[in-house]
Structure formats: structure tokens, C-alpha cells
């Protein structure tokens, strides 16, 4: 059975619970929570065969594990200073950041769905005023947007921080 096919049947019977109780902030907010948690485990606890570049993502986080700072660092000055160099060393940092927390790849997962499902679920609950416009933005992720979380972690990451920016310049908090 395919996954979106349970995570549609979580945003239908989710929403149909929390809204049986009313439609106030908090059932509301209980929903996002509920559908944040659950869109996170998928993103975080996935087999390294789901998704285009899931497996890529595996060698790349193995790799900036074993790699020494000074070579990171050597890497940053070749690459954003004498610009000789195409990598991505920004997620290099990244990893090897997460990689001395604990070298986990699920952690590193974990860790790049909470930067991205945190700002999303704060931006629904700050901007939806009832359940059909939440089981509409969830449904529209599930459908459209899902493949994001599951194969595209620098994007998932950059969306994250996006959605805290807007949130900011909305605001007007900058």
C-alpha cells in the first residue's frame, strides 16, 4: 500500500476527530501538531531506497562524518573565497555538525524535517481559522508536495528557513 494513501486517510480522520470537538484554537492547533508529528516520522524514518537522492544523501552524511575540519574549512575558503571549487560545502557543515551530535542518518533526517515541519506547522496555526482550510493545505502537501521531505533534503531545509523568513517579514519582525 502506498504511503500517501495512509497519510490521506491520517489528514481525513484527524481532521474529522479534532473538529468533532469543536473548531477552537487549541483542537486546531492539537490537529497541526498531530499531522507535524506524523509528516516528520515519515520524513525521518524512511529506508535509504525511498526517494531519488535518499541514498545519495546517506554517503554524503557518512562522508562529512569522516572528514576532518581542516579539510572542511580548506573546502569553504576553495569554494566561497578563491571559488575553485562546486560542492555544497554549506551541507557539509551541516552534517558534520549532526554527525558529531550523534552520527545517525534517521537523527540527520530528523533534524532537517524539524527545520522544515516546526516554521510550517507555527505558519498554520498562525494563518488558518478553521479545520476545512487544514485538511486542504494537508491534502494539498500529501498530493503535491510530499515528494519534497522524501527526496529533496536541502530543499526541505531551505523551505524551512523560507517559511521562517516570510513569517518575520509578515511581521514585520526583522
Known amino acids: ?9 491520517a489528514v481525513f480522520l484527524g481532521g474529522w476527530f479534532f473538529s468533532s470537538q469543536g473548531n477552537s484554537s ?5 490537529y497541526i501538531i498531530f499531522m507535524m508529528i506524523l509528516l516528520t516520522m515519515e520524513s525521518c524514518l524512511r529506508g535509504l531506497s525511498v526517494g531519488s537522492d535518499t541514498t545519495n544523501y546517506y554517503y554524503m552524511f557518512k562522508s562529512a562524518g569522516a572528514e576532518q575540519w581542516s579539510y572542511i574549512w580548506q573546502a569553504m575558503k576553495e569554494r566561497y573565497i578563491e571559488m575553485t571549487r562546486t560542492e555544497d560545502i554549506g551541507f557539509m557543515v551541516y552534517n558534520k555538525l549532526i554527525y558529531m551530535l550523534w552520527p545517525n542518518f534517521s537523527f540527520m533526517l530528523f533534524i532537517s524535517a524539524l527545520t522544515f515541519f516546526v ?3 507555527i505558519l498554520l496555526n498562525r494563518y488558518t481559522k478553521d479545520f476545512s482550510q487544514l485538511i486542504f493545505i494537508f491534502v494539498l502537501y500529501v498530493v503535491l508536495f510530499n515528494m519534497i521531505a522524501m527526496s529533496g533534503v536541502r530543499k526541505e531545509i531551505a523551505l524551512g528557513f523560507s517559511v521562517w523568513a516570510f513569517m ?5 519582525d526583522y
Open 26 to 30: 487549541k483542537n486546531r492547533k492539537s
Open 119 to 121: 516554521p510550517f506547522g
Open 168 to 172: 518575520f517579514y509578515v511581521d514585520k
Open 1 to 9: 500500500m502506498d504511503i500517501k494513501v495512509l497519510l490521506l486517510s
